[in-house]
């Protein structure tokens, strides 16, 4: 079976072939670091490492960037209205996103290049492409001319005659068409500059892209990705300039993922409609976030509410109960027919799922594939005790791969279970201990040994004296032996 991407660049379905056989070229665009990122950025990236995580388990060698914007209005804006410095809100941020991103299990990029460690080299693109004609020179701003580049529009349909026409509003005398658009800025009052062949300034957020994309993974690569607010006029823009200087083609395929909406409105910073993924994780776990993001089609919008929220937790329980269940069955060396139709359910699951994330990775579909496992591995359940060990490997290990494709560890979840069983267990034993304490200040002697005996027959020691009631275990190991009861 092939693999098929919407492409962006053309509005269909595509054959992929990569540019080099047996490896996979991506950059992705990555957050402007002057805040948290909200749960709609974190879709954008939940998505790319998705296809990412997908493509490496076709046996592609993928080769990932994700940038990092440090520098633009954005930034400026919040150090003037912070007090921190530009380097400062950078790091802080940074951070916070590596934070975020980890959580939600995404993989860290191969390289995450910001933007103002890349002066020099956008610097250099710039000349270049004043050098081939493309861009002029104002009061020390550079822009680029779209008037030169005719291809200007293929991705977004926006040609230059119509945005000349929509632009006019904007009043910027420097421009010699209103559709141009900024390659460098001269520094102003209280901002950051850096030295150039045109005066002090700053890059413009287009070039930062094209020229660290084309740093890390040549001038022609397999796939660019972003949010579709980036269609127009970023991605186009970096089209523009990258192509303009090459001659070649940019990215072959553009993958844009659709909103994160709330009550059917982009989640936004500007509509104040956003939830970052640290407030997030305070009402759910991060495998329940990543398993919402992924619940729709990429191409499709996500609604976050109570509701489908909710419903994304109960699905992944499901899961993850029906991993249990198999876990719990005792193992024998027998194969019968069962099995062998448990095994023909989760192969073919396998395959639906595999089908599904050809079709330009439709994960719905995917996760409907690994819930006709968990209804195969349920109805085993419900009439066996026992299972043919091999088969239960292979049924439990083809769970955990399909999983861990869409980014989503069923061994996390168990450990994170266990740590909250024994913290539960700790509680439950402290407070039959104080129970038991207020027994004994009633003089209640007979229930007060009663319970004492009972803890001891379950290997828990209880040592009274003047400064209160400790208990300890007998042995490290009677504490498994314990919590397997509940
Ligand atoms: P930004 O930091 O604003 O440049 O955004 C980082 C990424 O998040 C970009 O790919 C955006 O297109 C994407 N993005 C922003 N808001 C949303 C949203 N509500 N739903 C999906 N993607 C979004
Ligand atoms: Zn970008």
Not at 102 to 123: G, Y
Not at 236 to 262: D, S
């Amino acid at each position: 079976m092939v693999l098929k991407i919407f492409n962006t660049m053309g509005m269909k379905k595509e054959d992929f072939i990569p540019l080099r056989e047996g490896e996979v070229r991506i950059y992705a665009c990555g957050p402007t670091v002057y805040d948290f990122i909200h749960i709609g950025n974190a879709r954008a990236f939940v998505v790319a490492d998705t296809i990412r995580r997908y493509l490496e388990h076709r046996g592609f060698k993928v080769f990932f960037i994700s940038n990092i914007t440090d520098i633009d209005d954005k930034m400026i804006k919040r150090s003037q209205e912070t007090g921190l410095s530009i380097q400062q809100l950078g790091e802080i941020f940074s951070d916070a996103y590596f934070e975020d991103i980890a959580a939600l299990n995404i993989k860290k990029p191969d390289v995450s290049p910001r933007a103002t460690q890349h002066i020099p080299e956008m610097i250099e693109v710039i000349r270049k492409l004043m050098e081939a004609g493309y861009a002029y020179q104002v009061d020390g701003d550079v822009y680029f001319d779209v008037s030169r580049f005719e291809d200007y529009g293929k991705l977004s349909g926006n040609k230059t005659e119509a945005l000349e026409m929509g632009a006019r509003i904007e009043v910027n005398p420097k421009k010699r068409n209103p559709a141009d658009f900024a390659l460098w800025k001269a520094r102003k009052e209280g901002e950051p500059g850096w030295h150039s062949p045109w005066g002090e300034g700053r890059p413009g957020w287009h070039i930062e892209c094209s020229t660290m994309a084309m740093k890390y993974l040549g001038e022609t690569f397999d796939i660019h990705m972003g949010g579709k607010d980036l269609i127009f006029p970023h991605h186009e823009n970096e089209i523009a300039q990258a192509e303009a200087l090459t001659g070649k083609t940019f990215a072959r395929y553009w993958i844009h993922n659709e909103w994160l909406t709330v009550e059917g409105q982009k989640m936004s910073k500007s509509l104040g409609n956003f939830i970052t993924v640290k407030d997030a994780l305070k009402i759910c776990s991060p495998q329940v976030l990543r398993f919402f993001l992924i619940s729709a089609h990429y191409r499709s919008p996500i609604d976050f509410n109570r509701e489908s929220l909710k419903l994304a937790e109960a699905n992944l329980e499901r899961i993850n109960s029906a991993m249990e269940r198999l876990q719990g069955l005792r193992e024998r060396a027998n194969r019968t027919s069962e099995e062998e139709n448990l095994l023909s359910e989760v192969r073919d699951a396998r395959s639906k799922f595999e089908e599904a994330m050809d079709d330009d990775f439709n994960t719905p579909l995917a996760i409907a594939a690994i819930f006709n496992a968990v209804k195969a591995i349920n109805s085993y359940a419900d009439k066996n005790a026992e299972i043919e060990a091999l088969t239960k490997r292979e049924v439990y290990e083809t769970v955990k791969d399909l999983m861990g494709i869409l980014g989503i560890n069923i061994e996390t979840r168990r450990e994170e279970y266990a740590e909250e069983k024994t913290t539960i267990i700790n509680e439950l034993i402290n407070l039959i201990i104080d129970v038991r304490q207020e027994m004994r200040r009633r003089k209640e002697w007979k229930i007060s040994d009663e319970i004492r005996e009972r803890l001891q027959k379950i290997g828990l020691t209880i040592e009274d004296s003047p400064q209160g009631t400790r208990w300890k275990l007998k042995k490290i190991q009677d504490l498994n032996k314990f919590s397997k009861h509940f």
